[in-house]
């Protein structure tokens, strides 16, 4: 029998699956109602001085035509394309990048004067002055201080200026220093605003400021058309800053088309004053030649080997001219610095090498380009580098095979030309002579009308140099700000107030790890509970015992709590303990009031305070503690002498604890309780007993044997939810009779069902003492969800 009673209670104590209550969980929110609208209305004031301080921000935007030959722009070329010899063709990946350099954005910073701005007060926001601003603050240097702190210029009339609040008037026009540095301030355009905010910045700073702000992608993956984007607070601003962009970025590329020109004309101009020396030199030895050998004409057989002679030259002046300039290729490549371009390769016939110096040269600018946008030890940077090195190497390796087949071909028209020389025996010594000293002029004529037609061909391609890109839009600015979105501002705002409250209350009751519901009672120590206690009002001073005229909803509890005691045990428990975990759970408060409320139903009740280490119930009764049950228990006095009367009813005794006694455990334990006890049930319907906290000493537990039940006090927000598994440990093995739970303090609000009412009344089945006070927001809340 006693096995089956033991499986019953493991069965009972065993925790129940949890089950999620949306009801529950959602009417908690109601406890807190007051904070949805204060948070609501604090975001939404934080979104209009947000949008009232932040400064709107406009979009700026353009398009470009970049020429790419890996997507096949303009494939028909034009016949100025075809006289522009350094056109070269674009990657408009790189020309991405390029938009994007620092160099070419700090240009822009610098020639817009941009590292000055003028600023003023209108309300709670900042106006941006560009443009329109009533001074122009020119300055020579500007300090660290400067960088760091404002200037503010105060106009008193269209002559005269303050600075920082000085007692100083300034002109403008004059020149002047401060801590901000060396500066003249001129007038500006007719402004309203007087009062103005000069801000300086760093261009380093200010041009990666501009960078973020700037967008440069694709109009679609299939074309090279480039569309630039920026963002600033001012629309005129937005649009100079593309247009300057552009201006520098078009600038630019024709400067890197022209260096290579450039240079090929440098190496032509070179050669050609060599060549004309030479040729000075020749025509000058074939006049004095003749001149002094008395030469008219030649016979007609020195004709004919003169003529084969001259075929078989002009063939040797080709190869002479090629390798010649296969050693000028060649000690470029040794001795090139980095930066510089390759010489001409219009005089070299071999196409693989004219492919090799036309990549090197690519290679070159694409360095360059790389070089102002990126820093030194980028991998793209490095990859570039080892191509150029690949690319000398293949010209030497080139320009040896060259020169290899060259040397072969000129032995064998110098082997001809033996030949024919030994034919030419047969003339006259001085024609001989005359025809070797016309040989060296032919070649060098031949060589000079070479170079010059190469220069010209060169010249007319610098001069036709044109840009690869093509502007299509002109920089434009939207008419309504992009930032900041008020919809979305104010939809943010809207949804916060509701969200923060929300976190906030999860947060409160993820943090609590109190009592907050008689279903956590219920759950966690598997026993139930006998009655509801509500939160009392009182003013300070006033007597906390309830009249029996109350009609309040905490006496109606007390009532109901009355009522319930028949159902303790057998329905027979006439001696009840009041304890607790702890102090300050109401142990006190509810014996009294428990008490009284017997009283009032006309049962003889006498209430007595076992609370020998910290009594209190003196105090709240108002009655003196001068003897109690400390003299009883010691054998001094009898329990007619230590009782007294409550004055709260004539059934309502009391008996007191008396002197603090140092070994309360000791004195309790000595037998004469329980005689105490014997002696009360004799006299009284109900014996109350105030006992200590159970969870700080061990009195309450000597006390527990002789009484017929055990009443755990529990408080709302206050109880620890640890101290409800101690409550289960003692109703597991039985350590109290009769044990019962009083949840005491209770304050639900709105957030429960309950409110002040026990059993699910309600609050507005009861009528207050006080005159009724009219139902606020949260009383119209809870009739609106039912639970009044």
């Known amino acids: 029998m006693n096995k089956r009673h033991e499986d019953i209670d493991d069965d009972y104590f065993r925790p129940e699956r949890s089950k999620f209550d949306l009801k529950g969980y959602l009417l908690r929110y109601l406890r807190y109602w007051y904070l949805f609208p204060i948070f609501v209305a604090l975001s939404l004031i934080a979104a209009f001085l947000y949008l009232q301080i932040t400064k709107p921000v406009y979009l700026s935007q353009t398009s470009i035509l970049i020429k790419d030959e890996k997507k096949g722009i303009d494939a028909g070329a034009s016949i100025l394309e075809e006289m522009t010899q350094f056109g070269g063709d674009k990657l408009v990946e790189n020309e991405i990048e390029i938009f994007k350099a620092e160099s070419l954005m700090g240009q822009v910073a610098k020639e817009l004067n941009l590292e000055v701005a003028f600023f003023a007060k209108d309300g709670l926001r900042t106006v941006d002055l560009y443009k329109n601003s009533p001074i ?8 660290e201080y400067a960088l760091e702190n404002s200037m503010y210029i105060q106009m008193i009339d269209s002559l005269h200026y303050k600075i920082n609040d000085e007692e100083q008037v300034y002109k403008f026009g004059q020149r002047f220093r401060n801590p901000w540095g ?3 301030v001129e ?8 009062d103005i905010e000069v801000r300086f910045f760093n261009l380093p700073t200010l041009t990666a400021s501009m960078l973020t702000r700037l967008t440069v992608s694709l109009a679609n993956m299939k074309s090279t058309v480039l569309q630039l984007t920026f963002e600033d607070p001012s629309k005129q601003r937005g649009k ?17 088309k022209n260096s ?29 030649y003749k001149t002094s050998k008395g030469l008219t004409d030649i016979s007609a057989e020195s004709q004919l080997f003169l003529q084969n002679i001259k075929e078989n030259d002009s063939k040797l002046s080709e190869i002479n001219t090629q390798i010649s300039i296969l050693e000028s290729v060649d000690n470029y490549i040794k001795n090139s610095t980095d930066g510089a371009t390759a010489p001409a390769t219009y005089m070299i016939n071999d196409p693989v090498l004219v492919s090799l110096l036309t990549k090197y040269n690519d290679l070159i600018l694409q360095r360059e380009k790389y070089a102002r946008t990126t820093q030194a030890n980028n991998p793209l940077l490095e990859t570039i580098n080892t191509q150029l090195a690949q690319t000398k190497q293949a010209i030497r390796e080139n320009v040896q095979n060259l020169r290899r087949g060259m040397d072969v071909t ?3 028209l110098e082997g001809i030309n033996t030949r024919f020389s030994a034919g030419l025996r047969s003339i006259p010594q001085k024609e001989r002579e005359y025809v070797g000293i016309k040989r060296q002029q032919t070649i060098k004529e031949g060589l000079y009308l ?6 010209e061909e060169t010249a007319l391609g610098y001069a036709s140099t044109v840009t690869d890109s093509r502007l299509i839009d002109a920089p434009t600015t939207s008419i309504e700000p992009i930032k ?8 943010g705002a809207l949804l916060a107030g509701f969200a923060i409250p929300v976190l906030l209350i999860n947060l409160i009751f993820l943090l609590n790890n109190t009592i907050q519901s008689k279903d956590d009672i219920e759950k966690i120590s598997g026993i139930s509970v006998l009655g509801e206690i509500g939160t009392l009002k009182v003013d300070p001073g006033q007597d906390a015992i309830i009249s029996i005229t109350s009609r309040s909803a905490v006496a109606e509890q007390f009532r109901a709590l009355r009522t319930n005691l028949q159902y303790l045990g057998d329905g027979r428990c006439r001696v009840l303990m009041f304890t607790s975990s702890i102090g300050g759970e109401g142990k006190s408060f509810v014996s009294v009031n428990l008490a009284a409320s017997l009283a009032y139903s006309d049962k003889r009740v006498i209430l007595v305070g076992l609370d020998l280490r910290k009594p209190t119930l003196h105090e709240r009764l108002n009655i003196p503690n001068s003897k109690g049950v400390t003299n009883y228990l010691i054998g001094h006095g009898d329990v007619s002498s230590l009782i007294q009367s409550t004055g709260v009813h004539p059934k309502f005794d009391v008996i007191t604890s008396g002197p603090i006694p140092p070994n309360p455990s000791e004195l309790l334990g000595n037998g004469r309780l329980p005689i105490l006890i014997k002696e009360l049930r004799e006299e009284y319907d109900y014996i109350l007993i105030d006992s200590p906290p159970y969870g700080l000493v061990t009195d309450a537990s000597i006390i527990s044997d002789y009484v017929d039940a055990s009443l755990y006090l529990v408080r709302f927000n206050y109880t620890l939810l640890d101290h409800i598994t101690r409550i289960a440990e003692l109703n597991r093995t039985k350590r109290f009779a009769n044990l019962s739970v009083i949840f005491n303090g209770v304050n639900y609000g709105t957030g429960y069902g309950y409110g002040y009412g026990y059993g699910g009344y309600g609050y507005g089945y009861y009528s207050e003492d006080e005159k009724p006070k009219r139902k606020g927001v949260g009383e119209k809340i809870k009739k609106l969800v039912g639970m009044s």
């Open 182 to 184: 060396l500066f003249t």
């Open 260 to 288: 290579e020109a450039s240079n090929t004309l440098k190496f032509i101009e070179t050669r050609l004053g060599l060549i004309t020396g030479e040729l000075g030199d020749v025509e000058q030895d074939v006049e004095a």
């Open 136 to 143: 122009v603050v020119k300055p020579e240097i500007i300090s």
């Open 240 to 256: 100079d800053i593309l247009n300057k962009l552009l201006d520098v970025y078009v600038q630019s590329s024709l400067n890197d």
């Open 450 to 455: 070479y170079l010059l037609q190469k220069r």
């Open 410 to 412: 000129k032995r064998n």
């Open 484 to 491: 900041p979105k008020k919809l979305f501002i104010w939809s």
């Open 187 to 194: 007038a500006g355009t007719a402004s309203e605003y007087k």
